[in-house]
């Protein structure tokens, strides 16, 4: 709570700025920047003194030793649900969602889901016209994702320099996917290391859009959506309407290395050359993309000849794969009108998602090939009961706890998937909106594939031209659900609804 609450005031210095500017261009503030002001400053007074409440009244005398797996998950589960709740304060109180919602719970789901969509990744907005946004409300968003692309808790070890088992279970319950190597014993270097490689890369490509034509703010906006995989950006348009192909080519960069397993970029930075261009998930990872690549572009080649000449089809296709299966969900072309082959091939990218440790949502690569090696295990077994063959990966034999991991993800994700679809469906009352907003099927699953997987446009209705707006409060809240569910990687969120989770014994 006290780390959002200081980031809050990073944003701050735009409002600032814009307070400044139209001083200057009209001798006089306009009310709606004062607005923006006093609720960044509101916001961050109460994250403040709800957390200086919490250390007061439950925070002394903590001794992160006595922390194990159990208050970990408890801790990360509930953290980032409050952390959705108090970042949506700047969207209630600045009022840049009154002219879309007339009623004070519409307005706060919309918000809700907005702050959690940042801090997940996810990048489904609820704002038809970003450009019209303050930018302190889009510097805000777009750092939501930044924040949460890392992890919020990671930050918490890094910053505050937590040690001992209950920071190592506290960041292992936050990293996306299952490790290929175990965190240190040294769990704040770890914490420290990931977001030094993160802030580094950042950095890097600030300067790289800056230097291609993008002010200051834009780069910063964009570059905390790439490398977080999120997706916000400061036009409706996303990066399409620049139309400028060395953004994209940049953008594509640096969103194959934020969805690329950031131990690979600390083996790149020893210079241990093998362990990168070794690594199969790395291979399978870059394998996937190109063969996407190339089945999108012959698709529309096909379907779409005189629309999509070879060049075009092959820059809109790579950028596309590139941002699906990142799940960063930038777009510059409207996917939702190709041929339905690539439409639904790009929801499949959406399901892989990046690599295990890296920002990418997903189920991750290194799970996509565990889990055909499982199937093809199960399948030999029919026809050869007494041959056992343990799983392997690279030649290494892997526990079966990682068999049995791998098998109840996937099944758990394509659960939650379908039943999930089932109760938008149903939350989505069309008694309540108009019948233009009406849910059809293929809404309804993409736009669960695309909260679940962190991914934010879907098809149809929620396409990358379109948004969230038009779904019910109770529909938003779902959505919020399972974007968080998605980040956590399903168990440390379901951990929470067990009734025996919260048993003392």
């Known amino acids: 709570m006290l780390l959002v609450g200081v980031c809050m005031s990073s944003s701050l210095i735009w409002a600032i700025l814009d307070l400044q500017q139209s001083v200057e261009v009209e001798q006089t503030s306009q009310p709606e920047t004062h607005r923006v002001i006093y609720a960044f400053v509101l916001s961050l007074i109460i994250c403040l003194v709800v957390g200086l409440i919490c250390i007061c009244k439950w925070g002394r005398g903590v001794d992160m030793e006595q922390m194990y797996r159990k208050e970990a998950i408890a801790v990360v589960g509930l953290g980032w649900l409050l952390c959705g709740v108090l970042g949506a304060l700047p969207y209630v109180l600045s009022g840049v969602l009154e002219p879309h919602y007339n009623n004070w719970f519409g307005s706060c789901c919309a918000a809700v889901f907005e702050s959690i969509s940042g801090f997940t990744t996810t990048g489904a907005s609820i704002f038809p016209q970003p450009e019209i946004l303050p930018r302190a409300i889009l510097f805000w968003r777009s750092l939501t994702h930044w924040l949460g692309g890392m992890g919020i808790v990671v930050l918490f070890v890094a910053v505050l320099g937590q040690t001992g088992s209950g920071a190592k279970c506290l960041v292992s319950s936050e990293l996306p996917g299952p490790l290929d190597e175990p965190l240190r014993p040294r769990i704040r270097q770890t914490a420290v290391l990931l977001w030094k490689i993160y802030l580094g890369i950042s950095l890097a490509e600030v300067i790289c859009l800056k230097l ?42 640096f969103m194959l290395m934020a969805g690329t397993n950031f131990n690979l970029h600390a083996a790149f930075l020893q ?29 529309l080649l096909l379907n779409r000849p005189q629309e999509y000449p070879l060049g075009k089809a092959l820059r809109v296709s790579g950028f596309q794969a590139v941002s699906l299966m990142t799940t960063t969900g930038y777009g510059t072309d409207d996917f939702n009108a190709w041929p339905s082959f690539s439409r639904w091939l790009l929801v499949m990218l959406m399901f892989i998602g990046g690599s295990a440790g890296s920002t990418g949502g997903g189920i991750k690569v290194i799970r996509i090939i565990l889990f055909i090696k499982v199937v093809l295990l199960e399948v030999e077994h029919m026809f050869r009961p007494n041959v056992v063959r343990p799983l392997k990966v690279k030649g290494q034999v892997l526990d079966d706890d990682v068999r049995r991991n791998v098998s109840s993800y996937v099944g758990l994700v394509l659960l939650i998937f379908f039943v999930s679809t089932i109760l938008l469906m149903v939350l989505h009352n069309e008694a309540h909106v108009e019948t ?53 990687e399903v168990m440390v969120i379901l951990c929470l609804f067990v009734p025996g989770f919260w048993r003392r014994q």
């Open 436 to 488: 233009t907003r009406h849910l059809d099927l293929e809404t309804a699953l993409s736009a669960v594939a695309a909260t679940l997987n962190n991914i934010g446009p879907g098809l149809n209705m929620v396409g990358p031209t379109q948004n969230y707006a038009f779904f019910t409060a109770p529909a938003k809240l779902l959505l919020s659900l399972l974007m968080i569910i998605g980040r956590l």
């Open 271 to 299: 210079k241990r050359w093998r362990a990168v261009i070794g690594n199969r998930e790395f291979q399978i990872y870059l394998l996937l993309l190109a063969l996407a690549v190339g089945m999108l572009t012959t698709d």
């Open 212 to 253: 291609q034509g993008m002010d200051i703010f834009a780069s910063l906006c964009h570059t905390f959506g790439t490398m977080a995989t999120g997706g916000f950006s400061t036009l409706n348009g996303s990066i399409g309407q620049y139309g400028k192909v060395y953004i994209e080519i940049t953008i594509i960069v």
